[in-house]
C-alpha cells in the first residue's frame, strides 16, 4: 500500500465481542481483513481479559506471531527476538519478553476468599468455580474453559448479588488495593492496569524501535474493560454489540462506531480505518 512503509501501524483488538461472536466466538466473518493486514505488514495485537494460554490458541489458529496484551492489561507479552533489543523492564520468560502491570493472582484469591464471608452467595468467581463453573458461565468447550482458568494476574468475577451489595463489595476490593473492570460478562479483579496503560507502554517500545517511523494505531473494542485503550489510541472503534450498550468515552475526535455486530463490524471499521489512512497517505 503506497506510503505504508513511512509508517508504523497498529491494531489493537479486544475479543468476546470484537474479533469474537459474543456468542459462539466465531471470527470467520473478520478472517479476510485479517488476512488484508497481515499481508500488508500491519500487526493485530490482541488486547483482551483472556490468559495467555486462551490468546496462544487463537494466534496459533490465526498465524498470528505478533505481541499481546493478557488479562485486562496486567501483563504484555513479547515474543523473544521480536524486536532487536529486549524492552525496558520487561523479564524474560516461557519465549517472552513480558512486562508485568499487576501482582500474581493468589494476591486476588486469597482477598476474594476473605470477602466470601461478608457477601455470601452474592459472587462466584472462576478459581472456585472450577472448569464445570467455567463451562456453565462461559458455554466453553472444557479444554477451553481449563485455558480460561489459568491466569496468572487476575481473576473474573461474576456478581449474584444486588446493585447496592455490589457497591460495598467493590470499596472493599478497592480499599484492598484491586482494581475492578467491568467486561461484557465479568469483572476482573487486578492490580493497578488496564488495557490503556498496555497499550501506551507497548506502542512507546514500537516506536522506540524504529524512531524514524510514525505510529498510527487503532484499538477496538465493545465494552467498559475496553474504554481506556479506547480514550488513548490514536483512533477508536467501538463495537456494536447485542447484548449490551456502547461503552461511553470522554473523546469525540477519530472515533468510530459499526453499525454491524461483533467479527461482521469489526472487519467493516478496519475497512474503513484503511481507506482512511490510504487517503491520508496520497495527501501527504
Not at 56 to 77: K, M, S, T, W, Y
Not at 119 to 137: K, L, Q, S
Not at 147 to 156: D, F, K, M, V
Not at 232 to 251: K, W
Request: charged share 25%; hydrophobic share 40%; aromatic share 10%.
Amino acid at each position: 500500500m503506497n506510503g505504508f512503509d513511512r509508517a508504523e501501524y497498529l491494531v489493537f483488538t479486544d475479543l468476546d465481542g470484537s474479533l469474537l461472536d459474543h456468542h459462539d466466538y466465531s471470527y470467520d466473518d473478520a478472517l479476510p481483513q485479517l488476512r488484508a493486514l497481515e499481508s500488508q505488514g500491519i500487526p493485530v495485537i490482541p488486547a483482551t481479559s483472556k490468559t495467555r494460554l486462551e490468546i496462544e490458541q487463537l494466534r496459533a489458529e490465526l498465524g498470528n506471531v505478533h505481541p499481546f496484551i493478557a488479562e485486562n492489561g496486567a501483563a504484555v507479552f513479547i515474543p523473544v527476538g521480536y524486536f532487536d533489543q529486549q524492552p525496558a523492564s520487561s523479564v524474560e520468560r516461557d519465549g517472552y519478553w513480558v512486562y508485568e502491570m499487576s501482582p500474581p493472582r493468589e494476591r486476588w484469591l486469597k482477598l476474594l476468599s476473605e470477602l466470601s464471608g461478608r457477601f455470601p452467595g452474592a459472587f462466584e468467581h472462576f478459581h472456585g468455580a472450577g472448569v464445570d463453573g467455567i463451562m456453565r458461565m462461559t458455554g466453553l468447550p472444557r479444554e477451553r474453559a481449563m485455558q480460561a482458568n489459568a491466569r496468572e494476574y487476575s481473576e473474573p468475577v461474576r456478581w449474584l448479588g444486588d446493585e447496592h451489595q455490589r457497591d460495598a463489595f467493590l470499596v472493599c476490593l478497592q480499599l484492598a488495593g484491586a482494581s475492578v473492570l467491568q467486561g461484557g460478562r465479568f469483572m476482573g479483579v487486578s492490580g493497578d492496569c488496564d488495557k490503556g496503560q498496555a497499550l501506551l507502554w507497548l506502542r512507546r517500545v514500537y516506536e522506540l524501535a524504529q524512531p524514524s517511523r510514525r505510529v498510527h494505531d487503532l484499538a477496538i473494542g465493545d465494552s467498559g474493560n475496553d474504554c481506556a485503550m479506547l480514550e488513548v489510541a490514536e483512533t477508536a472503534l467501538v463495537i456494536r454489540s447485542p447484548v449490551h450498550d456502547a461503552p461511553e468515552l470522554h473523546r469525540s475526535d477519530r472515533v468510530m462506531y459499526s453499525r454491524k455486530f461483533g467479527p461482521e463490524g469489526w472487519a467493516e471499521g478496519v475497512t474503513d480505518w484503511l481507506h482512511h489512512q490510504q487517503l491520508q497517505n496520497r495527501k501527504d
